[in-house]
């Protein structure tokens, strides 16, 4: 159970962020910004580490102010994120108290 945790995506900003990309064909980067309320350089951060992961993939359309990142989940994310999704109810469905 605790084995199938990723601590890739076990920090709470890079989890929101894949139950986002994980119901979504694809999400920009303005919006994931305001959906997780991080900063910019915060968010280009948790992204990178997902997409250095293989976890998600990243696409920029246009040059300069008017471009446009978006991230979508790749299989490889969907199948990672589905083990840890697995892993954190199996752990949270245990009865806590063992005497009880």
């Given at each position: ?36 309320g991080v ?13 250095k992961a ?47």
């Open positions: 159970m605790i084995e199938d945790l990723d601590p890739v995506i076990h920090a709470p900003k890079r989890l929101a962020a894949m139950a986002v990309l994980s119901a979504a064909t694809s999400a920009t980067f303005p919006f994931l910004r305001e959906h997780l900063s910019d350089s915060d968010l280009s951060k948790q992204m990178a580490t997902l997409e293989g976890y998600v993939a990243v696409s920029k359309t246009g040059r300069g102010r008017g471009a446009t990142t978006s991230y979508r989940i790749t299989r490889a994310g969907r199948t990672a994120y589905s083990r840890h999704r697995r892993a954190l109810a199996a752990i949270l469905a245990e009865d806590p108290d063992p005497g009880g």
